[in-house]
């Protein structure tokens, strides 16, 4: 009978709810938190001017990624540049929405021009800054506001339009810029008859257009002695209010087979007014005048418009792949992914069909010896340890007959 000293097994204790019952009690408050912050978050109308590109551009109403993507769906490729350098020459139409009150200045005409000039078919849409969608917008929406919330939007409705003035105030008065002659102090006009090719089945009582500034054809008396003289160039009015012109075709013998189309503002193809199904009529007639399956870059400007470069910059934002060419950031790196994949698949699940283990044997005699050792070792006296070795030895060698051979 084995002498090993036994250990009483004490329950265990029931697990304590009280930290799950506290983290489940601050969960509740952070969620119910949130979705009061939420709820009285002062939201902002997004009015990021002539981009497409990024999740707020996408959503403003002076934004210009719905068309942008008129031009995708017609079979554009479409992408984005800020500048105006020789990688423009990769293109065959530029779609230029620049956020400036100025007209194009002489250099950037000139640039726009060699590059009409260096290719076939290559047509400039140029469209004027003279509009903010915010202001319409608001407009809109401030007879229908709830009782509760007119105040508000009668607010919000008043600084559009203070922003806006305050805005257009940087526009001249009137400026010469060879492709039109810009007018500031013109009489607002609610547009609701067209004329020209393209006001073939638009209704314009339903379209929403507006026209404050005017891009007017330019003429010899608009060019003052420091100006270039007015070019020869061609003047077709492809959608206008009257004698207003609202989108003008432009050609010139020394552009060869280059065209500029100038929409006077943004009431045409900006995100907002394109929500209209006429506005959107007008927008697919000039992502059509612009053929098919080209290249477009959209010019994003702010003030001051695109930079002219001779040559492309030699920086441009790092990439993780540049990294690779850093001594010794690339051995660095290299070691560090081959880590990361060995600590992936050391970690990564294995796939197949599950095996059952064997269970352990209880007839097994080691494991109770192991056990013995265990008890023994958590005892922590040696002397102890050696004398039940010592009478284990006796009892087994008295069993097993030794004892009497020796006695002989």
């Known amino acids: 009978m084995s002498t090993a000293p036994t250990t009483r097994r004490t329950p265990d204790k029931p697990p304590s ?7 489940l009690v601050l969960a509740v408050l952070a969620i119910g938190a949130g979705i009061f912050l939420t709820g009285r978050r002062d939201e902002q109308l997004p009015t990021i001017y002539g981009r497409r590109r990024g999740t707020e551009p996408a959503r403003s109403v002076n934004g210009t990624s719905v068309l942008s993507g008129l031009f995708k769906r017609a079979g554009h490729r479409v992408t984005t540049m800020n500048r105006l350098s020789p990688k423009v020459h990769d293109f065959d139409v530029l779609v230029w929405v620049p956020d400036d009150f100025e007209p194009p200045t002489t250099e950037q005409r000139d640039f726009l021009e060699d590059w009409l000039a260096g290719g076939v078919g290559r047509t400039v849409v140029y469209v004027g800054r ?22 508000e ?8 339009h203070a ?8 526009m001249p008065t009137k400026k010469y810029a060879r ?3 810009v007018q500031r102090d013109q009489q607002p006009l609610k547009v609701n008859k067209l004329t020209g090719p393209w006001a073939e089945g638009i209704d314009a009582q339903k379209a929403e257009i507006h026209l404050e500034g005017r891009l007017a054809v330019p003429s010899k008396r608009d060019a003052g002695a420091s100006d270039p003289a007015v070019p020869d160039q061609k003047a077709k009015t492809l959608l206008g209010a009257g004698n207003e012109p609202l989108i003008t075709l432009l050609q010139d013998s020394a552009w060869g087979d280059g065209r500029v189309i100038v929409v006077t503002n943004g009431s045409l193809v900006l995100n907002y007014p394109l929500v209209n199904h006429e506005n ?3 927008a697919h007639r000039l992502v059509s005048e ?10 994003e400007s702010g003030a001051g418009g695109p930079p002219v470069l001779e040559k492309e910059p030699a920086g441009g934002p790092t990439t993780p792949l540049e990294l690779l060419k850093v001594w010794p950031l690339n051995a660095i790196l290299l070691h560090l992914t081959l880590l990361g994949i060995l600590f992936c698949l050391a970690r990564s699940p294995i796939f197949g069909r599950p095996r059952e283990l064997r269970p352990p044997s209880p007839s097994d005699f080691g494991k109770h010896v192991a056990a013995l050792g265990q008890l023994l070792a958590r005892a922590n006296d040696r002397h102890y340890a050696q004398s039940r070795l010592a009478q284990y030895r006796q009892i087994a060698e008295r069993k097993s007959g030794r004892s009497h051979l020796k006695a002989k």
């Open 130 to 151: 003279d509009y903010d969608a915010a202001v319409a917008y608001w407009d809109r929406v401030a007879p229908q506001a709830p009782p509760e919330q007119a105040d």
């Open 179 to 181: 492709w039109f002659t």
């Open 163 to 170: 922003t806006h003035e305050a805005a257009r105030s940087k």
């Open 290 to 299: 612009c053929g098919l399956s080209g290249r477009v870059v959209f010019i």
């Open 153 to 160: 939007v009668l607010r919000r409705q008043a600084e559009a």
């Open 280 to 282: 959107r009529k007008l």
């Open 17 to 23: 709810l009280a930290l799950p019952t506290i983290g």
